[in-house]
């Protein structure tokens, strides 16, 4: 990559040599070759069993977080463990309809914004660091425009209405999706 140094580096599923993996991290982390380390879709359980057989704590994990799955549980226990999260996935890739979901859109007309912009103010205002994915220049400016209003307490509690505590994508503890993610990995 020719750079002297990455901000963060992250282990992308909590599946095969975890461990070994974390511990060469760790091993870039003192190098000062990353700044940060952490983990993505691991959950709470994963999380504890890391930090405690590791002695390193993540700086982040990465996790689908969105109004249909808000990880509310998740994030208070990575919050009493100085963890942030982040969203991956912050609009469900449009699944659900989102961006018609009629709460969505009556809050886009009353702030006078749009949806993507009430899902990124929401993940904001919740503490969750949310980068979405997005190659027009349009759409990038959009996503950066959310910090000129603010979602009151009423509307915020209406968006946690929406969540289902289910992944849109697929279950990250489902002994099948474990089985496809493994072989996907090995066919690579």
Known sequence: MQLDYLDLYLIHQPYGDVFGSWRAL???????????????NFESDRVMDLMLNSGLVPAINQVETHPF???????????????HTESWAPFAAGRNNIF????LLSLAKKY?????????????????????????????????????????????????SLDTRKSVFF??????????????????
């Open 171 to 188: 279950d990250h503890r489902d002994p099948a999706s474990v089985k496809r993610i493994s072989e996907m990995k090995l066919n690579i």
């Open 100 to 103: 018609s979901n009629e709460l």
């Open 26 to 40: 760790g091993e870039l982390l003192s190098e000062g070759r990353v700044r940060s380390i952490g983990v993505s």
């Open 112 to 160: 006078n914004k749009s949806v993507s912009q009430i899902i990124l103010r929401w993940l904001i205002q919740r503490n969750i660091v949310a980068i979405p994915k997005s190659i027009h220049r349009e759409r990038i400016v959009e996503n950066f425009a959310i910090f000129d209003f603010e979602i009151s307490n009423k509307d915020m509690s209406e968006i946690a």
């Open 69 to 83: 799955q808000q990880q509310i549980e998740l994030q208070e226990f990575l919050k009493q463990n100085n963890i």
